[in-house]
């Protein structure tokens, strides 16, 4: 679970074993066709064993967590603290009381950027962003990395910088010396694009931002399904990722920060369980990670999600990455083959993740998507939640194939033959 | 699963050969409509003549992108509407919202919507339902903003 390259590739993953444990890939979409489902990146489906969890637990040991004294609270507490530990030790992560649980990971960047942006004046002023500020994202953020860093400069009155994207499809880093300054409070990125799959050079970009005292945050959505990812060895200050893009249940996020941030840190919601005491005039607050965890928690998608750290883990991160890599270089070469076809993402080369998206001449994505439906082949079209990146490359959408480890070549080849298809049957009309 | 109910002839002509496309003098009112999921965008601008008590639907003059179904929509539309007064073009409209939530149950009554039936095949897909009505959302905004515009109150 370290960066470290391991001297031998990894066993290639069994995916005709791996498949067996997703009930949904064996359904039909109607009587003739087959589900090819190529949309993980939006959502990633959910193995047996991630279910079964829950269920277990369920019907087993639910109950209310850190709460009561009776003896089911406690298993269930001990299994809600057992699933942050184990979903902590996944990316990394010693401390469990550096993980907190949202409910999702838009939910975990928005907690970082209005706690950054509170106003109280005790909190050291490295951690407060006011006026004159500056925030510095990328132009290859999904939504839920921008918007909530526009907002907060709009209500601090900072101003929002970004790292523009470059021809290749990378960030253009020939700025960065006067896009990073003692100006810049907080620099916010992406780990991996949801687009374009570059994978950015996180640990270079979060030394540099040190070097100007600026708070590193880490989109780490699309990374942590799809590579070994050590959180705390990329130099980062906290990070955000989502359940249900590695295997796991949905309503359930995970803000990850360095102890002395996180300590540092106001609370946003305001409730119960995150109190240390309270009267009727004034409230203290409890220690990290409690204090980002008001109300009840989402219980069984914790267990859910271990148990889905659990399944990864098993199959072994790099399996998971070079399994990845290879239906990627596949597919990037294939649609490249087909006239009109232009692949939106870095060379194969370079390093870059499972998500291909792609542009058909002429043709709108939904028209692409719907035709590809037909056939089974599930794709993701449209702007996937970054019209600012498409809008650089002067795109109104793209259509998106996005894998995880139980993709075959042959849904690949479904994809590549089906957008000879799609190609063909607009080809009718013109 | 057919898509040729989908993508009829007709979608696919009014796609390649928009009709009234392209932004014109003069107007009253100019909307810029998004659809936040998939990114397609029109602008509108409608002119009126007639007078208050029965306006006349002069032009609609646009610019879109977005989906075969949604330009040939915007095609469709200004075609059926252009000359006509608003209040002859007020059942058009509602038929056609009605059979686009209707999920393929209603058939679309050509002698009322003309070649927009040929859009009808949208109201079984129902996410391609707001392809369809983008331009007519779009019109109808521009509609009241031309009669705040002119002293012409509905």
Known sequence: MTLSQAPAAPAPLDVSAIRGDFPILDRMLDAETPLVYLDSGATSQRPRQVLDAEIDFLTRDNAAVKRG??????????????????????????????????????????????????????????????????????EMEHHANLVPWQELARRTGATLRWIPLAEDYTLD?????????????????????????????????????????????????QSVPHMSVDLPALGVDAAAFSGHKMLGPTGIGVLWGRDDLLAQLPPVMTGG?????????????????????????????????????????????????????GLTRRAVEGLSQLPGVRVIGPEVTTERAGAVSFDLAGRHPHDVGQVLDSRGVEVRVGHHCAWPLHRRYGLAGTTRASFSVYTTTAEIDALIDGMGAVIDFFARFE | MDLSSLYTDIVFEHDKRPLHAGLREPFEAEVHHVNPTCGDEITLRLHLGGDADAPVVEDISYDATGCAMSRASASIMSDLLIGHTTSENEPVAEHLDRVMHARGEEQGDEEIIGDAVALQGAAKFPNRVKCVLMSWKAYQSALIEARGALGWSA
């Open chain 1, 273 to 325: 369980s995150m109190i240390e005491t309270v009267t009727m005039e004034r409230t203290t607050f409890a220690e990290p990670p409690a204090r980002f965890e008001a109300g009840t928690p989402m219980i069984s998608q914790a267990v859910g999600l271990a148990a889905a750290c659990d399944y990864l883990d098993a199959l072994g991160m790099d399996a998971v990455a070079a399994h990845e890599r």
């Open chain 1, 69 to 138: 004294a009776h003896r089911l609270a406690e298993a269930a507490t001990d299994a809600f603290e057992s699933a942050r530990a184990r979903i902590g030790a996944f990316v990394g992560v010693a401390r469990p009381e550096q993980i907190a649980f949202t409910k999702n990971a838009t939910e975990a960047l928005n907690v970082l950027a209005y706690a950054l942006g509170d106003p109280d004046s005790s909190r050291s002023d490295q951690l407060r962003v006011s006026e004159g500020d500056e925030i510095l994202i990328t």
């Open chain 1, 173 to 221: 880093l020939t700025d960065l010396d006067s896009l990073l300054t003692e100006r810049t409070k907080v620099f916010a990125l992406t780990h991996q694009s949801n687009v374009l799959g570059t994978v950015n050079p996180v640990a270079e970009l979060a030394s540099r931002a040190h070097e100007v005292g600026a708070l590193v945050v880490l989109d780490a959505c």
